[in-house]
Every structure is written in C-alpha cells, then in structure tokens.
Nanobody
Framework: QVQLAESGGDLVQPGGSLRLSCTAS????????MSWFRQAPGKERELVAT????????NYTDSVKGRFTISRDNAKNTVYLQMNSLKPEDTAAYYC??????????WGQGTQVTVSS
C-alpha cells in the first residue's frame, strides 16, 4: 500500500532553517509529481510546493517563493522541502502528498513546524 512518511519538523526561531523529508513507498516514486501542503490551526490546508517527476519543474505558493526549495531524490524515494528565512506565519503542520492516477490522492501523517522566539 501507498505510504508517505514525513520527518524534520521542529521548533525554530524566526529567520532559521529546516529541511523536511518525505519518504514514499508502495508506488513507483520516480513517475509521479510530489507536493508539500501545510495547514495552520483554524485555516484550510494549502499547497506550498510541487515538483514534477522527470523534468523536476517546481512551483511554489507566492508566500514562500525565494525562501523554500522543493527537491527530490528518486533513488531514495524521497522528496524534500528546504525552508529558509522562516517566519512565524510558516507555523503549520506540513504534509507530503502524492496524486496517483486511477488510485487517488495520498497523504502522510504530517510533521509540525513551529516558528517562534
């Protein structure tokens, strides 16, 4: 079965950095785009970044452009989210997502990022 396991969330001071990881299993990772979403308390889940499978094209929500970088290592079945210059408004649970044709969308369990002094 499809499994997505996120890690790397932590408490960090404003201006700090974190790198999130999401390791996938149960599907051919290298064939599919991967995304990171986040959800802050009381807010809807929002798309943060997406990376395509082969060309590795990336897209970001405006609020993280220039600060966050999504990347992938197909040999390790892992997608990363490097987060720099973190702000308190980046505080959220971060989720990895895979959308597999004919099988649907899959989520990880989430990892908490808290930006606070």
């Amino acid at each position: 079965q499809v499994q997505l396991a996120e890690s790397g969330g932590d408490l960090v001071q404003p201006g700090g950095s974190l790198r999130l990881s999401c390791t996938a299993s149960g599907f051919t990772f290298s064939r599919y785009a991967m995304s990171w979403f986040r959800q802050a308390p009381g807010k809807e889940r929002e798309l943060v970044a997406t990376i395509t499978a082969v060309t590795r094209n990336t897209n970001y929500t405006d609020s993280v452009k220039g600060r966050f970088t999504i990347s992938r290592d197909n040999a390790k079945n892992t997608v990363y989210l490097q987060m720099n210059s973190l702000k308190p408004e980046d505080t959220a649970a971060y989720y990895c997502h895979a959308n597999l044709p004919f099988r649907g969308g899959f989520w990880g369990q989430g990892t908490q990022v808290t930006v606070s002094s």
